[in-house]
């Protein structure tokens, strides 16, 4: 996926730049925090048509989306509360950056196609997140999807930066919710290899014992 060949090729910049980061005493969730802000004011950018300076802004905030993980990987400052908060406000930055489209599209008349597909991606992030988080309550690993978060932003970004956005609003209506969807089968596949392996399992002691004698008895005969 675009996000994994996208973290190889600034793993090495980011670890440069969390190794300055580590002498200012800032936090993971301080960066966390930071670039919610900025995502709050690449939407406000948005909403106001301001599409290539909210674009730039928003990759911008972006970076700092990395650089939070990989701050608190290098100074073992990874928590559970620090994974809840980061995960948290990746939810509010995706909510508000579409609300900002809501905004722009619906004071602009004539845009009610755009309205539509805001919705659908809305509906699509939201269930691409719903059913990892619901799978990963029941211990079933789900991280399939052809749009994760990071593609998605990345789109945005492009789509702002270059005018292309109506395009890429089409792109994310429809494989945002192809995504959630790979990620249902994806979890029924894995309940399903589960439920075949724990039958496999209960199964093979009752077939032991039909093959054992019953007595020692028997083996003399």
């Known amino acids: 996926m675009i996000s994994n060949l996208g973290r190889k090729l600034v793993a090495q910049p980011l670890a440069q730049i969390v190794a300055w980061i580590q002498d200012t005493g800032i936090t993971p969730n301080a960066l966390s925090i930071i670039g919610f802000i900025l995502t709050g004011v690449s939407a406000l950018l948005i909403a106001f048509g ?35 908060i980061d995960s948290t406000l990746d939810r509010y930055s995706e909510s508000i950056t579409l609300f900002a489209f809501v905004y722009y599209y619906s004071v602009n008349f004539g ?88 039958d496999a399992t209960s199964s093979t002691p009752k077939s032991q014992k039909a093959m054992e004698p019953r007595d020692s008895t028997s083996i003399q005969r």
Not at 66 to 83: E, I, K, N, P, W
Not at 134 to 139: C, F, I, K, Q, Y
């Open 111 to 198: 845009h009610s196609i755009e309205l539509i597909l805001v919705f659908l991606i809305l509906v699509g992030s939201l269930m691409v997140s719903y059913v990892r988080a619901r799978a990963e309550a029941l211990n079933i690993e789900c991280k399939g999807g052809l749009l994760q978060r990071p593609e998605r932003v990345l789109l945005l970004i492009f789509g702002l930066v270059t005018g292309w956005i109506v395009p890429v609003l089409w792109i994310q209506a429809i494989f945002t919710n192809i995504s959630a969807i790979q990620r249902i089968f994806e979890v029924y596949a894995r309940t399903r290899q589960k439920a075949v392996d724990s």
């Open 50 to 84: 301001y599409f290539l300076l909210g674009g730039v802004v928003l990759f911008c905030a972006g970076f700092f989306d990395m650089l939070d993980g990989a701050l608190a990987r290098a100074t073992q400052q990874s928590s559970v509360f620090g994974a809840f």
